[in-house]
C-alpha cells in the first residue's frame, strides 16, 4: 500500500504539515463554528429584555407617537437637528452690544477682535473680562483691518466676535418648551422676507414683548446673519429662531398643538385694535413688503389682522408692523 504521508511508517490516510508538495486535508467545515468563537456581545441597548433596551424602545415608540404631521417633516423636525442652511462656517458678531450679549449668553466663540487704540467703556471692560474669562483668544488689529474683515458699511464700534454657523431651533419644541412653563406661546414667523435687517428688528422685539421664538422658512428667506445679530442688539443669543423646512406645513403643525395664525396685511378682515384672540396662543405671520403674504400661508392663517394706520402712509415696514403687533397684543395680555 502506497503510503501518502510520505514517511517510512505513516499510518492511512494522515497528514504530514509543513512540508512542501503535501496537499492539507480539511474537516468539511465541520467545527467552524466552534473555532471562530464567540461572536461579540450586543450592546445593551440592542438587547430587547436588557433594561437599556426597553429604554430604546420606549423611546422610539414615543417618538414615533409625538408626530402630528406627515413622515417625511416629522422626520426632520423631531430628528434632533433641524434643517441648516448652507451658509459659511462661521459669523462676525460686530457692535459692542451684540458681542457682549453674546458673551453674557456663552455663546460658542472663536476669536475676539478689538481695535487698536479701542476707546475702552465699560461695556469693552466687560467683553475683556468674559472672553478672557471663558478663554477666548483676543486679537488686537488695526481699524482698518477690521473694517475689512466685518465689511467697510458695518458699524463695528471697535470690537467684532466670530462665532459658528447659528444653530437653529425647532418651532414645534420652541412651543413645548412655552407650555412646560405654562407660558402662552408667541411667536412670529416670516413669509418672503429677505432683509437681515428687518429679521435682527423683529427678533429684538420679540424679545422685548415677551415672545418666544422666531420662524423662518428655509427658502426664499433671510437667515440669522451678522447683520442680523448687529440689528438684535445681542436678542439673537437669547430668543430662538427656528427654521421651517416648509412654512405652510409648520404653521398647519403648530395649530395643531392649538396656536392661532394671525397674517398681517393691510386689507385685513380684522383690525388690530378688535383683535379678541390676544389671550390665546398665537403665532404672527409678516409678509414681504413687496409681495405681501404668500397664498398658502393666507389660506392656512385662520385671521388676517391690519393694522389702522393714516391714509397718508401707505404701509409699515415689516420690522415696525410685527413690533405694533407684539406690542398689542403684550399689553391686551396684561390687561387680562
Same mark, same amino acid.
Not at 492539507?24 to 456581545?41: D, H, N
Not at 474669562?133 to 475689512?148: S, W
Not at 411667536?187 to 420662524?215: C, E, K, Y
Not at 403643525?253 to 390665546?280: W, Y
Given at each position: 500500500?502506497?503510503?501518502?504521508?510520505?514517511?517510512?511508517?505513516?499510518?492511512?490516510?494522515? *497528514?504530514? &504539515?509543513?512540508?512542501?508538495?503535501?496537499?492539507?486535508?480539511?474537516?468539511?467545515?465541520?467545527?467552524?463554528?466552534?473555532?471562530?468563537?464567540?461572536?461579540?456581545?450586543?450592546?445593551?441597548?440592542?438587547?430587547?429584555?436588557?433594561?437599556?433596551?426597553?429604554?430604546?424602545?420606549?423611546?422610539?415608540?414615543?417618538?414615533?407617537?409625538?408626530?402630528?404631521?406627515?413622515?417625511?417633516?416629522?422626520?426632520?423636525?423631531?430628528?434632533?437637528?433641524?434643517?441648516?442652511?448652507?451658509?459659511?462656517?462661521?459669523?462676525?458678531?460686530?457692535?459692542?452690544?451684540?458681542?457682549?450679549?453674546?458673551?453674557?449668553?456663552?455663546?460658542?466663540?472663536?476669536?475676539?477682535?478689538?481695535?487698536?487704540?479701542?476707546?475702552?467703556?465699560?461695556?469693552?471692560?466687560?467683553?475683556?473680562?468674559?472672553?478672557?474669562?471663558?478663554?477666548?483668544?483676543?486679537?488686537?488689529? %488695526?481699524?482698518?483691518?477690521?473694517?475689512?474683515?466685518?465689511?467697510?458699511?458695518?458699524?463695528?464700534?471697535?470690537?467684532?466676535?466670530?462665532?459658528?454657523?447659528?444653530?437653529?431651533?425647532?418651532?414645534?419644541?420652541?412651543?413645548?418648551? #412655552?407650555?412646560?412653563?405654562?407660558? *402662552?406661546?408667541?411667536?412670529?414667523?416670516?413669509?418672503?422676507?429677505?432683509?437681515?435687517?428687518?429679521?435682527? #428688528?423683529?427678533?429684538?422685539?420679540?424679545?422685548?414683548?415677551? @415672545?418666544?421664538?422666531?420662524?423662518?422658512?428655509?427658502?426664499?428667506?433671510? @437667515?440669522?446673519?451678522? &447683520?442680523? +445679530?448687529?440689528?438684535?442688539?445681542?436678542?439673537?443669543?437669547?430668543?430662538?429662531? #427656528? %427654521?421651517?423646512?416648509?412654512?405652510?406645513?409648520?404653521?398647519? &403643525?403648530?395649530?395643531? %398643538?392649538?396656536?392661532?395664525?394671525?397674517?398681517?396685511?393691510?386689507?385685513?378682515?380684522?383690525?388690530?385694535?378688535?383683535?379678541?384672540?390676544?389671550?390665546?396662543?398665537?403665532?404672527?405671520?409678516?409678509?414681504?413688503?413687496?409681495?405681501?403674504?404668500?397664498?398658502? *400661508?393666507?389660506?392656512?392663517?385662520?385671521?388676517?389682522?391690519?393694522?389702522?394706520? &393714516?391714509?397718508?402712509?401707505?404701509?409699515?415696514?415689516?420690522?415696525?408692523?410685527?413690533?405694533?403687533?407684539? +406690542?398689542?397684543?403684550?399689553?391686551?395680555?396684561?390687561?387680562?
Amino acid at each position: 500500500m502506497k503510503n501518502v504521508s510520505g514517511s517510512k511508517k505513516g499510518r492511512p490516510g494522515a *497528514v504530514r &504539515s509543513g512540508r512542501k508538495g503535501n496537499k492539507q486535508v480539511g474537516s468539511g467545515g465541520q467545527g467552524a463554528q466552534a473555532l471562530e468563537g464567540r461572536k461579540p456581545t450586543p450592546k445593551a441597548e440592542d438587547r430587547p429584555y436588557h433594561p437599556a433596551g426597553k429604554r430604546k424602545a420606549a423611546k422610539e415608540r414615543f417618538e414615533a407617537a409625538r408626530g402630528r404631521h406627515g413622515a417625511s417633516s416629522s422626520q426632520q423636525q423631531r430628528s434632533g437637528r433641524p434643517p441648516q442652511r448652507k451658509t459659511d462656517d462661521s459669523e462676525l458678531v460686530t457692535g459692542r452690544n451684540s458681542v457682549l450679549e453674546a458673551l453674557r449668553t456663552k455663546t460658542p466663540s472663536t476669536t475676539l477682535y478689538i481695535a487698536a487704540r479701542i476707546e475702552v467703556d465699560d461695556r469693552v471692560k466687560e467683553i475683556l473680562a468674559l472672553a478672557n474669562h471663558r478663554g477666548v483668544p483676543i486679537m488686537e488689529i %488695526m481699524r482698518p483691518e477690521l473694517d475689512r474683515i466685518t465689511g467697510h458699511d458695518s458699524v463695528h464700534q471697535g470690537v467684532a466676535l466670530k462665532v459658528p454657523a447659528y444653530e437653529y431651533a425647532v418651532a414645534e419644541d420652541v412651543v413645548e418648551r #412655552a407650555f412646560a412653563k405654562d407660558e *402662552v406661546p408667541l411667536l412670529v414667523a416670516l413669509d418672503g422676507i429677505t432683509d437681515p435687517r428687518n429679521l435682527g #428688528a423683529i427678533i429684538r422685539s420679540t424679545a422685548a414683548f415677551g @415672545g418666544h421664538g422666531v420662524v423662518v422658512p428655509q427658502r426664499r428667506s433671510v @437667515g440669522v446673519t451678522a &447683520s442680523a +445679530w448687529k440689528t438684535s442688539a445681542g436678542a439673537a443669543a437669547r430668543t430662538p429662531v #427656528a %427654521m421651517a423646512p416648509n412654512l405652510t406645513q409648520t404653521l398647519k &403643525s403648530l395649530k395643531s %398643538m392649538g396656536l392661532f395664525v394671525l397674517g398681517l396685511d393691510g386689507d385685513g378682515d380684522v383690525e388690530l385694535d378688535g383683535l379678541a384672540l390676544a389671550d390665546r396662543p398665537i403665532v404672527i405671520v409678516v409678509g414681504s413688503e413687496g409681495k405681501g403674504l404668500s397664498r398658502l *400661508v393666507t389660506e392656512t392663517c385662520d385671521a388676517i389682522v391690519s393694522i389702522p394706520i &393714516s391714509s397718508a402712509t401707505e404701509s409699515l415696514n415689516a420690522g415696525i408692523a410685527a413690533s405694533v403687533t407684539l +406690542w398689542e397684543v403684550a399689553r391686551r395680555r396684561r390687561a387680562e
